[in-house]
DNA sequence: CAGTCGTGGGC
DNA sequence: TGCCCAAGACT
């Protein structure tokens, strides 16, 4: 890889880290995975599990939004074996609301494997770390550094933009991503690698943000090479956004003398795979819920429209979706794939956010 | 490499 | 309001 125009000096290489390691001890964020400097000079050791668990929940993911699904995994699932033994649907319903479902179906892959293979103990290695379901490049190098104190320099949002400014690194993304991990491990110090990469998690989360970076109280403020040109705020360079296309499709209520209202299970892989959902059809081609097509003739014209759309965004698609509802003729039963689930059970917060938003426009409009 | 894969908060 | 963004992985 040709070096960059402005590549760092080699006492550029050596002092920020000890300027970020200093502003970390003083300005560390308190969070509930993390073992504190001070902590750790006082000799505690971070449980990788929970290092793990916060990890795969943080990818693409704020740290407002993952602290309670973080504490309710820790309630219900303390250690690997538990997630290991755990159903699928309750780690499913566990994780809805979150997104990204793939993480979630990952994360039960990865603790049965590790029963199964490792004696329940995470591998210590990036390399090994990297070969596990649901663990990529950043999450491999992140354990090695902050659980096991290896010399690893993972690059996730934060420290890319972080480390453009400093060295002002006017590559677009993403392959920008390749210059950023060679400066990173020049940079990382041997004795507190876990440290320094939360360290520049901290500092892109709190100071050297996307909008408004402030300079002003940075450690960095010095060396920083972006700042001195003055274009901190225009790095790190992205790509052209594409439109989003819209869809729209319709969703059937379908409910029984006893309230309960039929759901399907979506497949493992694709959109919201694994999880539960209300029929539907017209948005998602591969996976339609095949449901009235399936039901006796006599139902097929008996959908009533009720008042109200349902607007939701995903990443690559704006969805606006109709809802047709009818009750249930005595005596019919849930095809094949479907089942009834009572209001109660997915009022608990155990749907995709998209799907509570239908059942919220039924039951509470 | 580029597309797929959620959601909520901030502005 | 609509757009931007967030501790990425997988195909």
């Not at 491999?140 to 690059?155: G, K, S």
């Not at 210059?179 to 004795?191: G, H, M, R, Y």
């Amino acid at each position: 890889m040709p070096e960059p125009a402005n590549h760092p000096t080699s006492a550029l290489l050596k002092w920020p880290a000890t300027a970020l390691l200093a502003w970390y001890d003083a300005h560390a964020r308190d969070l509930p995975w993390r073992i504190l400097p001070a902590a750790a000079k006082a000799g505690t050791k971070p449980d990788p599990y929970r290092i793990w668990l916060s990890e795969i929940m943080l990818q693409q993911t704020n740290v407002t939004t993952v602290r309670p699904y973080y504490e309710k995994f820790l309630t219900l699932f303390p250690n690997v074996q538990a997630l290991a033994a755990a159903p699928d649907a309750q780690v499913m319903a566990a994780w809805a609301g979150l997104g990204y479902y793939s993480r979630a179906r990952n994360l039960v892959k990865c603790a049965r494997t590790l029963v199964a293979d490792y004696h329940g103990e995470f591998p210590n290695t990036e390399a090994a770390l990297l070969s596990l379901p649901g663990i990529g490049p950043y999450t491999a190098a992140a354990i090695a550094a902050i659980a096991f104190n290896q010399p690893a320099a993972p690059v996730d949002g934060n420290i890319e933009r972080v480390l453009s400014r400093l060295y002002k690194l006017q590559t677009p993304m993403p392959a920008l991503k390749a210059e950023v991990k060679q400066a990173n491990a020049k940079l990382v110090p041997k004795d507190r690698p876990g440290d320094f990469a939360q360290a520049m998690m901290d500092l892109g989360a709190t100071l050297c943000t996307p909008k408004r970076p402030n300079c002003l109280i940075c450690p960095w403020r010095e060396p920083c090479l972006a700042r001195q040109a003055g274009i901190e705020e225009t790095l790190p360079i992205r790509a052209p956004k594409k439109p989003k296309p819209e869809r729209q499709g319709t969703v059937f209520w379908l409910e029984n003398a006893k309230g309960h209202v039929l759901m399907a299970r979506r497949p493992d892989k694709g959109l919201l795979g694994g999880m539960l959902v209300f029929p539907s059809k017209g948005w998602d081609a591969p996976n339609e819920s095949q449901l009235p097509e399936r039901l006796p003739g006599a139902m097929q014209n008996q959908w009533t429209p009720l008042k109200g759309e349902v607007v939701h965004v995903f990443t690559h698609f704006k969805l606006t979706l109709s809802i047709q509802a009818q009750t249930a003729p005595k005596g019919f039963r849930a095809p094949k794939g479907f089942q009834w689930v009572a209001p109660q059970d997915f009022a608990e917060e155990a749907l995709p956010s998209v799907m509570t938003k239908i059942w919220k426009t039924v039951l509470l409009k």
